[in-house]
């Protein structure tokens, strides 16, 4: 009998020691908390590095523990053009930018970051609907994973307000006022500039005061107010022109280095994906709030004239958009399959929009006639 139950007590005893193993397997999978380094390619000061700060918060939260994402800013391990680079070869875990920083390795990645004319009418909302419902975020990733051959995966984390035309010396009248203007620009916003006869040179943001206080350019466009005057743009420059259409929208983005989001289980991944877009739409609320007392403490307690873009120069940059779109089309396909998808979904959103939004500059003029800060001086 001891011979017979040998074997049948080996084996239950076996069975036991693999159910053991597999079940400490799904308790640590459930358990096991994945540290990763990021950085953004925002200085620590910087309005829109408060995005990456929000979201790394949020995603810790919500992930009750299980991720830990220590967070630096630009240029701490590598310099802020290089971080999609640091992410793909594996120096860092993930990274925070924006698309607009890429266009040196593709013209298409200006579709989702400087694309002029919204593109086709197109504002943030109706932008980034196309971007999580139309198609748009398949072919980012498409754009970094196949066009690129990026070890990488991206997630929009905010959609970008439109930027003012920017900051300048004296203010602008004409787009003759433009020519020979030396002028920091990102993204393909820099040949929309060119086309206007503007000398445009591409610095971060980290970079661009030291720039203008040494004369090295005469005036920029960066981001927003709250952006601009978080790296002190107000400080060397008084004259600040708004709106334009040289960048309507466009988003910023968490790049995931491609083997670390496989590591991840899939609660975490759904947990980072929805974070993402839940941070996309906290930073749009606060970036309304924040732009606005921004632009009033800058008027009312730094001395800044805003002044109103010329109707002129807007149609002027909107025929140079659609130069450098049309050369860009027919010199990359990838760029006008981009394009033909974000002309599709404005074609029916755009007119959407006109017709069924309220006439917010008729409600305005009825409610703030003659009390609007912003355009009383106009040059």
Not at 16 to 22: G, P, S
Request: charged share 20%; glycine share 8%.
């Amino acid at each position: 009998m001891r011979k017979g139950l040998f074997p049948i007590m080996s084996v239950l005893i076996l069975s036991v020691l693999i159910c053991f193993a597999v079940c400490l397997g799904g308790v640590s999978a459930q358990t096991r908390v994945y540290t990763w380094k990021m950085q953004s390619t925002w200085a620590a000061g910087a309005f829109e590095h408060v995005n990456p700060k929000d979201l790394v918060a949020r995603l810790e939260e919500m992930a009750g523990g299980r991720l830990k994402i220590e967070l630096l800013p630009g240029g701490a391990i590598v310099p802020p053009f290089e971080v999609l680079d640091a992410v793909h070869k594996g120096i860092i875990d993930a990274g925070h930018g924006w698309p607009g920083y890429w266009v040196g390795k593709h013209p298409a990645m200006a579709l989702f970051s400087t694309a002029g004319g919204g593109p086709f009418g197109m504002e943030r909302e109706d932008f980034m609907s196309w971007v999580y419902l139309g198609g748009g975020l398949e072919l980012y990733n498409e754009l970094l994973q196949k066009e690129l051959k990026y070890d990488v995966i991206s997630f929009p984390t905010a959609g970008d307000p439109p930027e003012p035309l920017g900051w300048f010396k004296k203010p602008i009248k004409s787009v003759s006022d433009l020519k020979g203007i030396k002028f920091r620009a990102a993204g393909m916003a820099a040949e929309v500039f060119k086309e206007l006869g503007m000398s445009v040179v591409t610095l971060p943001g980290g970079e661009i005061v030291p720039a203008l206080e040494r004369g090295v350019i005469d005036g920029t466009e960066y981001h927003s107010p709250s952006a601009d005057m978080s790296i002190g743009l107000h400080n060397v420059r008084k004259v600040y022109m708004m709106p334009s259409i040289h960048q309507p929208t466009g988003f910023m983005e968490l790049i995931i280095n491609r083997k670390k989001w496989e590591e991840l289980p899939a609660d975490l991944k759904a947990i980072i994906k929805t974070a993402c877009m839940a941070d996309a739409l906290y930073f749009a609320l606060k970036q309304i709030d924040q732009n606005s007392k921004d632009l009033e403490t800058m008027v009312n307690k730094h001395g800044v004239q805003v002044f109103q873009t010329p109707p002129e120069i807007i149609i002027e940059m909107l025929k140079a958009w659609d130069r450098v779109a049309e050369r860009k089309s027919k010199e990359n396909p990838f760029f006008a399959k981009v394009l033909a998808s974000q002309k599709a979904w404005a074609a029916r959103v755009v007119p959407f929009r006109t017709a069924y939004n309220p006439p917010t500059d008729i409600i305005a003029e009825y409610y703030w006639k003659g009390v609007n800060p912003y355009k009383v001086t106009k040059p």
